[in-house]
């Protein structure tokens, strides 16, 4: 009896490690279809965060140039792109930075069950306006 309860647990865990946006991504331009770097999302006292662990272009040494306040100028690679990133309903809400822009967008993000290794990162500006990347799990 053990045993079947041990691996009903290990099945319906899995299932929700797979439904997580915590792990490590590629993230992929959605202009320009480029592999850009990878991204760890990992969680923090409740709140999830995010930040660059490889860069997959020909800077690996860039700088957050057009950032402000105490990212500016600051490495991209550890960088915190993604932070205070919540679970509401069935998506995930929190803040995204673009390194490149310097911009910080509104971010939802999302798993479809049919794609589990796929998160769907959509940044909305203030105006309404938005796009949307597809990251891989890794």
């Not at 331009?29 to 020909?58: A, F, H, P, Q, R």
């Not at 205070?84 to 673009?98: C, P, T």
Request: charged share 30%; hydrophobic share 35%; net charge negative.
């Amino acid at each position: 009896m053990r045993l079947i309860a041990l691996c009903v647990a290990a099945l319906f865990g899995g299932s929700l490690i797979a439904q997580s946006p915590l792990g490590q991504w590629k993230t992929t331009d959605d202009e320009t279809g480029e592999d850009k770097s990878w991204v760890e999302i990992y969680e923090e006292n409740g709140v999830m965060y995010g930040k660059v662990t490889k860069i997959l272009t020909d800077r690996p040494d860039a700088l957050c140039e057009k950032c402000k306040g105490d990212k500016y100028n600051q490495p991209v690679l550890g960088l915190i792109i993604i932070e205070d990133l919540k679970k509401s309903g069935a998506v995930w809400k929190g803040k995204i930075l673009d390194p490149e822009k310097g911009a910080e967008y509104r971010l939802v993000s999302w798993i479809e069950s049919e794609e589990p290794d796929v998160l769907y990162i959509r940044g909305k500006h203030w105006t309404g306006l938005y796009r949307t990347q597809t990251w891989n799990r890794l």
